[in-house]
């Protein structure tokens, strides 16, 4: 492969005002002396700590940045989407902003894209300064995916990673609205291999991704990718119906052999009507959240809208 014209570095933020000068200054550190002409597209999802103002001053005097701001809170999907719709590098890299993802693992997925690969996905080796119980859900979430979904997504991968300009194409003819940017990359194909790396903690400031943000992620993964849950809601009435179908069998040889037992048993007929209640409850819930995302997909509403875009004058 011949040398690469160019690498955008995607970077999503939302209240990074700390962590964005030590990333700019790790990245320049990184590509000083490489052939590789670089840029830092900084996307901000409606920040509120000054961090915007900050990156749009820099790339006022910086020639490698570049910032888009979207005109509200869209997400961090859908922000990573934005870098990617704008970048023009012949391969992007996509990183969150508060340095867990080290910049100087960008050279080893660099030389794994020369060598032929068209994506190349940081796996996460060790995670430091993350607790037991959210590792566990992360690890947990990887293997339910990977069974439900049948797409192969790297186990312990985040959104860290390197994409040919291919692959940028590829992802953007798919314009969901629920969008699980790791699954799709996957499902897309093309070469793909890994690089492993050591998580480093948070630089600054709180976690953008608490448990409940996750598993809300971790749901819109599963019925982005999956109709295995209302499957299983048809096994679970199925199999329902068979108890209900036996429980009626039992009635009627306790009638015919000891009658007097029917007058009991009030408890355990009320627990079994709140059981069926909550099963057919679960099922229109279940059923309900998939109604609601043909509702939202057929809107065909943008998925972000972008207030500013902002370079040095005169960069390309």
């Known amino acids: 492969m011949s040398p690469p014209k160019k690498i955008s570095i995607v970077v999503p933020f939302w209240n990074e005002k700390e962590t964005l000068p030590v990333l700019l200054e790790r990245l320049s550190s990184v590509f000083a002396g490489r052939e590789e002409a670089w840029e830092l597209l900084l996307v901000d999802d409606g920040s509120t700590d000054g961090s915007a103002e900050w990156a749009v001053a820099q790339a006022g005097r910086h020639a490698h940045v570049r910032v888009l701001r979207l005109s509200r809170n869209f997400g ?102 629920h969008r699980f940017m790791r699954g799709l990359t996957s499902w897309v194909g093309y070469r793909q291999t890994a690089v492993e790396y050591d998580r480093a903690p948070r630089l600054a400031g709180e976690t953008k991704y608490p448990v409940w943000k996750s598993a809300r992620l971790a749901f819109d993964a599963i019925t982005s990718f999956s109709a295995s849950p209302l499957r299983w809601i048809l096994l679970l009435g199925l199999l329902v119906c068979l108890l209900a179908a036996l429980w009626v069998v039992y009635v009627m040889i306790v009638a015919m052999v000891d009658p007097g037992r029917l007058a009991r048993g009030w408890a355990s007929l009320l627990a079994v009507m709140f059981f069926l209640g909550g099963v057919q409850l679960l099922g229109l819930g279940m059923i309900g959240q998939y109604v609601s995302r043909i509702f939202e997909e057929s809107k065909h509403r943008p998925l972000y809208l972008i207030r500013t875009d902002t370079r040095a004058k005169g960069s390309n």
């Open 76 to 177: 961090h999907q859908m922000a990573i989407t934005a870098g990617l719709d704008r970048a023009d590098g012949d391969a992007v890299v996509v990183m969150d902003a508060d340095l867990q993802d080290p910049p100087e693992v960008i050279p080893e997925l660099i030389a794994k894209w020369r060598e032929g690969a068209e994506v190349v996905y940081a796996v996460r080796r060790s995670r430091q300064g993350e607790t037991w119980f959210k590792t566990f859900l992360a690890s947990s979430f990887y293997r339910v995916f990977r069974r439900l979904a049948k797409v192969d997504v790297p186990m312990d991968a985040g959104d860290f990673r390197l994409v040919d300009r291919s692959v940028v194409d590829a992802l953007k003819e798919m314009r969901e609205l």
